[in-house]
Structures are given as C-alpha cells and as structure tokens.
C-alpha cells in the first residue's frame, strides 16, 4: 500500500492579494508623496543618478591602466550611500550598528561610512538660527562662526548667551529634513512594493525594517526629542544621587526648537585621552566603573539608554565626572528584553555561561528547541575572543610642542566580536532583537574601557562594579580627585563633540 505524501503548503502569491490589502498599499503611497512634495522628490532623483554614475566611474577599468577598486557589493553599496548624502549615510551607520539584522559584510564594510562631512556656509547656517530663534544679537553675545563639527544632519559652533553662559548650538542643515522625507519615504514605499509583488518576502520583515529606519531617522530631525532625552537623563542622574560623579549638559529651552539646540558646553577631555585625562584626574580606573555603573544603571531604570558611547561621547570633565553627551541616538528596550537583560548581568557577574544562554533565549525569538547547554559553551568561546582585542596608542605633538597619547582600538574588532555573538546565536536557531545588538555594542565598548583604563580589575569581584545594581555605597565610594593644575586655559580646555 503506497503511503500518503504530506501536501506541502502552497507559497503566497500576489494573485493572493485581497482588495484591502491594495488600497492599503496605494493610501500609503499616496501619503508618503503628500509628506514628501513634488520638488523634493525631482531634486533627489537627479541627485541620485549623479551618485550612479560617479560610483559607476569608480570601478571602470582605468584609461591609463591604473588600479580600480575590488568591485565587491558591499564596498558599492557603501560608496553609493556616502555619494547619496544624509539620508543613506545615516542607514549605512544604522546597517553597521545593526549586525541582528544584516549581513556581516555589510556590517563590517558599512562601519567605514563616516558621518563628517562638509560644513555649510555661515550665512545658511545663521539664517537657520535667526528663522528659528530671531535675531542672534537678542540671546547670544558671541557666535563662533567656524563650526566645532559638522556631521550629515548638523553642525555644532560654539557661543556665549547674553546672560554669559558657555554653550554649544547644534543648526539642522538647510532642507535636509526635505531631502530626508524623500528618500526614506522612497525606501519604505519601495519596501511595502517589493512585499506586495512578492509575497515571500513578508517573513524578512523588509518593510517593517524600513518604516522603523523611517520613524527612528525622522525623529532625529526634531532636536526638542534629543532634548528631551538628555533632561530625562540628568532626571535620572538627580534621583540616584549620581550628579556628584556624573552629568549631561543642561539644555536652554528657551533657545531650543526643532531645528536648533542649544546646550551646556561640557569642557574637558575625550575618555581615552592619556595626556589631558591624567590634568582632570588620578584615578582612571575609578572613573570608568563611574561611567560603566551609571550607564547600566540608566538601561535598568530609563524607558531608554544612551546607544553610542564611543569615547567621543564620554569626557572626563575638569571637575573630575564623567560626562555623558550625544543623546541623538537611543535605544529602546520592551519589558521581555529588560528583564532578560537584568537575567544575563546576572549570569555574566558570576561567569555562568549556561545562564547567559538562557537569558538570551528568554529575549530572542525561536521556531526551535535550543540547546541550552551548546548555546553557553559556544558564547563562552566567542567571550573568550574578547580578551584577545588589543588597544593601540597614538603619540602625536600638539601645536605647543608637547606630547599627546591617544589610546585606540580597533572599531572593526568589536563590531567582528558583535557578529560572532549574532552568528552564534542564529547557529543556535535564536533571532535576536536590534536593543540587544545595540546593548551588546555599549558594553562592548565599556569592556574595551575597562581593559585600556583599568587592565587588572577583576569586574566580576570587584564591589565597585555594580553592573546595575545599587549605587548607594558603590559609586560613591569610587574615587573623583582631580588635579586642577595652574595650566593656561585654552591649553587644556577642550569640547569633543559628536553630531
């Protein structure tokens, strides 16, 4: 007797479409085009073909025989987004912050598309502030009109107010939220299309993905929301008793809208900046289980955490605190991830690498059994990797002729340790969300840190190290001396600053 063949299941088709589901996908369109305006889209569409066509050039065999670039996808990709402006420059830093996502590929080639770009003339840039704020003489005494960064979306000058305060003035460049609304309404439509004709591709979540990038990067358009996440942080700060250890600038309400923010200038040194750090403190080591407790402290407590603390984004201030600036990009965890994210501290303190596996497994989604047991011993390995990350130290001669140390490392190696940890998981038949790979990437860094500022600390027997936990005994018992040396001023103030 012959045996019964299951019947296996028939793909969706677009004949499978109901009528619903076609107006949904018009009503979308038509909005978007509403949203976006008619110019906007003419002025972005030959902008792109230029972009082609010089990305094109760069991979045509040369006339006098001259090497061209590896024609790889990636490296492509990567020059076509940095040729097509803001827009695509901020979703090639979103694909290389996002390895749960993308390809590794293109997360390690993406992580060279770099957010500096040309500052905009003075004149557009005051024109911006005096539309926004009135004329500049009515609430600031200085401008400097040389910019201290200028990023795809902003730029940042440093100025005093009237009332005599230092301060810096982050300008949203001149129609760039059009441009912006262009090309991200583009994506996503071309998403939702793309959906529509081929059903299949509902299960990569593709248009979910791109109205996300859409919200997220829109969102960064309106400075009051990044000013409301730095208020809400220094809330924090004051409720945990943390404002004699740690801060963020203070933001004039008064002068900020949309377009414009204008903030407390924070002065002092990059984290990983040996010479002047050693001018603000003599306790480096305390400084950082300061800057690593506060910040994962914050993921227990905020509706949000600071996704992007690269040591342009932590200083150690003249007076000894770390601060915390750049609260542009956040990142956003639901209740299933916080409570796996406190499960994982856990097991990380007390090096517990089946317990890790499960608390990833309780925040990730799986169609399938996970072999717990595997999935520890294969995080145990990758965790293993971290240690063999080594930092690099600059030396170079300031304009006055002293020496200045820098120490680095590797952006690459993290991001490729990221990666290992999402391919890991992924082996193991685990889906992990985008706020983990960010969380992920945070403590990376710190762990980094740790290793450069602290290198004998034992983090797991260490009570200063709180990994979250209560900070009433602990970060004040970190040590905060700081060495307020007669130097000249301007020698040794310095802002770092990342758009």
């Known amino acids: 007797m012959a045996t019964r063949q299951p019947r296996t299941k028939r793909a969706k088709t677009v004949r499978d479409r109901i009528q619903q589901e076609a107006f949904d996908l018009i009503r979308d369109i038509i909005q978007c085009s509403i949203e976006t305006g008619p110019r906007a889209g003419f002025a972005r569409t030959y902008q792109a ?39 695509y420059i901020k ?7 996002s390895p749960t996502l993308f390809p590794p590929e293109y997360v390690l080639e993406f992580q060279k598309c770099l957010d500096a770009t040309e500052p905009m003339p003075w004149v557009d840039i005051k024109a911006v502030i005096e539309t926004e704020l009135g004329p500049i003489s009515n609430s600031f005494s200085y401008i400097n009109e040389k910019p201290l960064a200028s990023a795809s979306i902003a730029q940042v000058h440093v ?5 005599g305060e230092d301060v810096v003035i982050k300008v949203q460049k001149p129609n760039i939220d059009q441009s912006l609304k262009a090309d991200l309404s583009f994506i996503y439509i071309a998403a939702r299309v793309l959906e529509f004709l081929q059903p299949d591709f509902e299960r990569t979540s593709l248009s979910a993905i791109a109205g996300d990038v859409r919200t997220s990067m829109l969102e960064e358009l309106d400075f009051e929301k990044e000013a409301t996440n730095i208020e809400e942080f220094r809330v924090f700060l004051r409720d945990n008793a943390l404002t004699k250890v740690a801060t963020a600038p203070r933001v004039y309400r008064e002068f900020t809208t949309k377009k414009v923010l204008v903030m407390e200038r924070l002065k002092g040194s990059s984290l990983l900046n040996v010479e002047s750090m050693s001018k603000f403190t003599d306790d480096p080591e305390g400084l950082i289980i300061t800057a690593l407790n506060v910040w994962t402290l914050s993921v227990m407590k905020m509706p949000f955490f600071h996704a992007d603390v690269h040591a342009g984004n932590l200083l150690v201030l003249e007076d000894g605190r770390v601060g915390f600036i750049d609260f542009g990009i956040v990142g956003k965890v639901s209740s299933e991830t916080f409570n796996a994210v406190s499960e994982l501290s856990t097991a990380m303190v007390a090096g517990d690498y089946t317990g890790m596996a499960q608390a990833l497994c309780n925040m990730g989604a799986s169609d399938q059994h996970v072999n717990v047991e595997k999935f520890g011993e294969d995080i145990e390995r990758v965790l293993n990797k971290i240690s063999q990350v080594q930092p690099n130290v600059v030396v170079s001669a300031t304009r006055s002729g002293e020496i200045d140390g820098v120490i680095e490392f590797n952006e690459q190696e993290i991001t490729k340790v990221m990666l290992d940890i999402v391919e890991v998981a992924e082996a193991n038949g685990l889906k992990l969300p985008r706020a983990f790979g960010l969380l992920v990437k945070q403590s990376l860094y710190f762990d980094r840190y740790l290793k450069i500022l602290a290198p004998s600390l034992d983090v797991m027997a260490d009570d200063r190290v709180t990994l979250g936990g209560s900070t009433n005994n602990n970060l004040s018992s970190v040590s905060r001396s700081s060495k307020r040396k007669n130097q000249d001023e301007n020698s040794r103030k310095r802002v770092v600053i990342d758009v």
């Not at 979703?91 to 912050?97: K, V």
Request: without cysteine; aromatic residues 12%; charged residues 20%.
């Open 49 to 87: 073909f230029n972009a082609f066509s010089m990305t094109i050039q760069d991979f045509l065999p040369s006339p006098n025989g001259n090497d061209r670039a590896d024609f790889t996808t990636p490296v492509v990709m990567r020059k076509l987004f940095e040729r097509l402006g803001a827009t």
């Open 91 to 97: 979703l090639g830093q979103f694909i290389a912050s």
């Open 159 to 163: 100025a005093k107010l009237k009332t």
